[in-house]
């Protein structure tokens, strides 16, 4: 992540839900320097590894938030 410019800005802390009933159990945020950043870095080789090994092992919801 770090290859292409990602920093964590949370990673699995406390969670409070204030409005909603979305109960996730885990949040990581991770800032990247651009929406292509964030994609070349999800692609990558590096991230290959990680993200196979998760396959099946839970739920996933990922998204890329075009920040300000």
């Known amino acids: 992540m770090e290859r292409h410019g990602g920093r964590y800005l949370a990673?699995?802390?406390a969670l409070t839900v204030l409005e909603?009933?979305?109960e996730p159990e885990r949040?990581?945020?991770i800032e990247f320097p651009s929406t292509d950043a964030a994609r070349a870095w999800f692609e990558s080789?590096?991230?290959g590894p990680a993200r196979d090994a998760r396959q099946g092992a839970g739920s996933w919801q990922m998204v890329v938030v075009?920040?300000?």
């Open 11 to 13: 990673r699995g802390g």
């Open 66 to 68: 075009d920040g300000v």
């Open 45 to 47: 080789e590096h991230y």
């Open 20 to 22: 909603g009933n979305w």
């Open 27 to 29: 949040v990581t945020i």
